[in-house]
């Protein structure tokens, strides 16, 4: 009986896409590195949940983490997102590091 709950349990973590990570860094996006911070984690906490890790802190990525955010105690994204310098105080553009949460989180 036991055996066959953890097989359950593993069966629910590969549909829902839950503990998924990968490691990212400013070296693999040059320029378009839009945060602060020199490196990092993406994660899928929950379904379709994307978080980025830095320095022990969660930051919400996508929609469905920022509806979470007060809930799970993540961070504002914004907190360490980078300026851009050719946009006279524009962020620098996140989504590329939300679509790779979302693909890593759909696997």
Known sequence: MRASSCWLFLAVLSVTGCG???AIKRQDF???WPFTVDSGTIACPGPQEVVFEANG???ALNDVAQQ???EKNYYDIYEIARSDP???GSKVDISPIIERGVA???K
């Open 68 to 70: 979470r955010k007060r």
């Open 20 to 22: 998924r990570a990968g």
């Open 86 to 88: 050719n946009t006279g």
């Open 30 to 32: 040059g320029d378009k």
């Open 57 to 59: 802190r969660k930051y």
């Open 104 to 106: 890593l989180c759909g």
